[in-house]
């Protein structure tokens, strides 16, 4: 079964310095990689997905993703926050075959220092 | 397009209350999620479906839990009877499901979500 690890609860940054999401996934074929921002109060959003191809794969606001197979892992990384950028954010991997369900990390709260 | 609607945003009820919450998916969208959202097991799947019919309930908790989808456009997830522990956040999200496509191509697997319900049990 998949699974996904987000190892940071709780991650601080000062506005304007650069950030890495750690997620790190369990399972056994080519995965569907997403991550969602989840703003209080708010439903998640969607902020870019790995399907196939090219490993990097760019999102909105700025937020890029690596995929690297070898160490199972999608990291999510910004070069320089924003204020507006404080908020939870969840990692989710699905099946690539007839992919029904996802499975959703434990998800990281950024904290935003001006 | 006015997203996947959640009503109501907030409820607050006694144990042992009937809960009923309900979700309009995006029109054309034919797969539709229910997840809870708690601090202790994060979100959980609790139950999908495709075309209206359930395709899996395998993380509904309980039979106290129930989930219906009777047209393509209207779900309902109830609680009978409610308890404390099921006070969290229960999010209903909905996605094409496009036959004869690879879902790399078609994106099929793009869930959007609504705001959540917040429940609170008291």
């Known amino acids: 079964a998949q699974s996904v690890t987000q190892p940071d609860i709780h991650i601080t940054v000062s506005e304007g310095a650069s950030l890495e999401l750690r997620c790190n996934y369990s399972y056994g074929a080519t995965p569907y990689l997403f991550w969602y921002v989840q703003s209080p109060g708010q439903g998640l959003q969607l902020l870019l997905k790995?399907?196939?191809?090219?490993?990097l794969v760019q999102g909105i606001k700025g937020f890029e993703a690596e995929f690297k197979r070898s160490q199972s892992s999608f990291n999510l990384r910004k070069p320089s926050v924003h204020w507006s950028d404080a908020a939870e954010y969840f990692c989710?991997?699905?099946?690539?075959?007839?992919?029904?369900?996802?499975?959703f990390g434990q998800g990281t709260r950024l904290t935003i220092n001006p | 397009d006015a997203g996947v609607i959640q009503s109501p945003r907030h409820e607050v009820t006694e144990m042992g209350q009937e809960v009923t919450l309900r979700c309009k998916p995006i029109s054309g969208h034919n797969s539709l999620f229910w997840y809870r959202q708690t601090m202790m097991r994060g979100l959980e799947l609790l139950i999908y479906?495709?075309?209206?019919?359930?395709?899996?309930d395998s993380g509904m908790p309980e039979d106290r839990f129930s989930a219906k989808m009777p047209n393509a456009s209207f779900s309902t997830l109830k609680i009978q009877p409610s308890e404390p522990r099921d006070s969290a956040v229960y999010f209903c999200?909905?996605?094409?499901?496009?036959?004869?496509?690879?879902?790399?191509?078609?994106?099929?697997?793009?869930?959007?979500f609504g705001a959540g319900s917040r429940l609170t049990v008291l």
């Open positions: 790995y399907f196939s191809g090219d490993t």
């Open positions: 479906f495709n075309n209206n019919v359930p395709i899996d």
């Open positions: 999200a909905s996605r094409p499901v496009r036959r004869g496509l690879p879902l790399r191509i078609s994106g099929a697997n793009v869930l959007t």
């Open positions: 989710a991997v699905g099946r690539f075959q007839g992919a029904q369900k996802l499975v």
